[in-house]
Nanobody
Framework: QVQLVESGGGLVKAGDSLRLSCAASGRTANRIAMGWFRQVPGKEQEFVAAISWSGGSTRYSDSTKGRFFISRDNAKNTVYLQMNSLKPEDTAVYYC?????????????????WGQGTQVTVSS
């Protein structure tokens, strides 16, 4: 089992930056891939970014590529999402996800473990 706790959300203005963190605990000694998803009420969950256990492989959605950057510190069991040049359409609840795999899937169904989410609101 893996427990995930997100932090770092908040209210910012368009063009600002924000960094989300996701701390993992539990059976984190095994190799786990981690990802970020977001969801707006009434809409489907959207893939944001994913990173392999080693950090050597990353994947981004087209809407966030070049603005968002995912990284991880395995010594701290933490994954980060650096969000730059934020836009109002980035407003959502952001969820951290994890699974024991070597790939970096973009589909939510591939992840077995989820955090509770953190709200990001970008004002225009």
């Amino acid at each position: 089992q893996v427990q995930l706790v997100e932090s770092g959300g908040g209210l910012v203005k368009a063009g600002d930056s924000l960094r989300l963190s996701c701390a993992a605990s539990g059976r984190t000694a095994n190799r786990i891939a981690m990802g970020w998803f977001r969801q707006v009420p009434g809409k489907e969950q959207e893939f944001v970014a994913a990173i392999s256990w080693s950090g050597g492989s990353t994947r981004y959605s087209d809407s966030t590529k070049g603005r968002f950057f995912i990284s991880r510190d395995n010594a701290k069991n933490t994954v980060y999402l650096q969000m730059n040049s934020l836009k109002p359409e980035d407003t959502a609840v952001y969820y951290c996800a994890a699974d024991y795999r070597s790939t970096t899937p973009a589909m939510a169904i591939a992840y077995a473990y989820w955090g509770q989410g953190t709200q990001v609101t970008v004002s225009s």
